[in-house]
T-cell receptor, first 116, second 109 residues
């Protein structure tokens, strides 16, 4: 089946530093990927749509300069949390779907970000 | 995207059948209904998807009435490992998913 991976699975960083999270579709190509954030005991919140070869589309309230998204190839999207602060600590999850897959998304295992 | 309403939590015992109902009164004609399962600290996993009537796979069944304003996920003979959060989502073929609160299912021995 379709597999999506994320790297790293967890990361701890100091406040003010930037962190890059990778999302890869391992056995299929994805022109569109999605990034979500999930706080403890809460649901997933869609942050942005990552489009291969073009700019990402951000959801309302998500700072595009804070969360940089690059979708340079059909199998890789990256999310960079710039100048991270403790309130950015969260579980970041990406997803990708097969073309014509009727909304079936394959999710990565998530990345736990802790900002000290 | 259509808003969904689910019970916040449900309890069950091993071996029982569990039915989780989701309301989506504003579902659009081209929307599909999809259910996902999520374990703690993991990404959601696709369970089942349907458009109308009944769909069954090796994991679950999905019942959708004719008006499509609700749907019921049925898990046969649950086990402890089915303890998870279950999300009902509706949307067209765009991949963009707006998650609601989900239903936390607790299966007890």
């Amino acid at each position: 089946g379709a597999v999506v991976s994320q790297h790293p699975s967890w990361v701890i960083c100091k406040s003010g530093t930037s962190v890059k999270i990778e999302c890869r579709s391992l056995d299929f190509q994805a022109t569109t990927m999605f990034w979500y954030r999930q706080f403890p005991k809460q649901s997933l919140m869609l942050m942005a749509t990552s489009n291969e070869g073009s700019k990402a589309t951000y959801e309302q309230g998500v700072e595009k300069d804070k969360f940089l998204i690059n979708h340079a190839s059909l199998t890789l999207s990256t999310l960079t949390v710039t100048s991270a602060h403790p309130e950015d600590s969260s579980f970041y999850i990406c997803s990708a779907g097969l073309a014509g897959g009727r909304n079936e998304q394959f999710f990565g295992p998530g990345t736990r970000l802790t900002v000290l | 995207l259509a808003k969904t309403t689910q019970p916040i939590s449900m309890d069950s015992y091993e071996g029982q059948e569990v039915n989780i109902t989701c309301s989506h009164n504003n579902i659009a004609t081209n929307d599909y209904i999809t259910w996902y399962q999520q374990f703690p600290s993991q990404g959601p996993r696709f369970i089942i998807q349907g458009y109308k009537t009944k769909v069954t796979n090796e994991v679950a069944s999905l019942f959708i009435p004719a008006d499509r304003k609700s749907s019921t996920l049925s898990l046969p003979r649950v086990s402890l490992s089915d303890t998870a959060v279950y999300y009902c989502l509706v949307g067209a073929d765009t991949g963009k998913l707006i998650f609601g609160q989900g239903t936390t299912l607790q299966v007890k021995p």
